[in-house]
């Protein structure tokens, strides 16, 4: 029990950052240690088998979206709707991924997907039409 503890706490993971455009968004973080709380070598007593990230509209809806690996630093989400907000979380993880031993939550990040302008109308023209009339 003592291992599990030190794992919940010795991954935290404060810094998550997402960026957006031209419809993707890429959610970047960094390990935030590789230590165990009480000191140990986090290989050998909390191994890091991956990072659990969570996806939602708002950070009141997060949801688990999906599990990446333990050198993973960024993933990148494409083709999402101009216009539309994504929020993120993290928690890095122990164990497998069916039964993993969960870090706190990392800081919550979103960002809007921008919206943008069609390109301007190109090959206008103006035709005049004089209709004189005659006494």
């Known amino acids: 029990m003592k291992h599990i503890l030190a794992l919940i706490a010795c991954l935290l993971l404060p ?5 957006a ?3 993707n968004i890429t959610v970047t973080w960094a390990q935030n240690t590789t230590t165990c709380e009480d ?9 890091l088998a991956g990072f659990q990230v969570s996806e939602g509209a ?8 999906e599990n990446q690996g333990p050198g993973a630093r960024s993933v990148t989400y494409q083709n999402i709707a101009a216009g539309t907000t994504k ?3 993290l928690k890095a993880f ?5 039964a993993p031993i969960l870090s706190a939550e990392s800081t919550r990040a979103c960002v ?4 943008t302008s069609p390109k301007a109308p ?14």
Do not use: R
């Open 15 to 19: 810094l998550l950052a997402a960026t």
């Open 122 to 135: 190109t090959g206008l023209s103006v035709t005049v039409q004089v209709t004189v009339s005659t006494p």
């Open 112 to 115: 809007s997907v921008p919206m």
């Open 94 to 98: 122990s164990g497998t991924s069916a």
């Open 39 to 47: 000191g140990s070598p986090m290989a050998a007593n909390c191994p």
């Open 58 to 65: 708002t950070v009141e809806t997060l949801a688990v979206k």
């Open 21 to 23: 455009h031209a419809g």
């Open 87 to 89: 929020c993120y979380s």
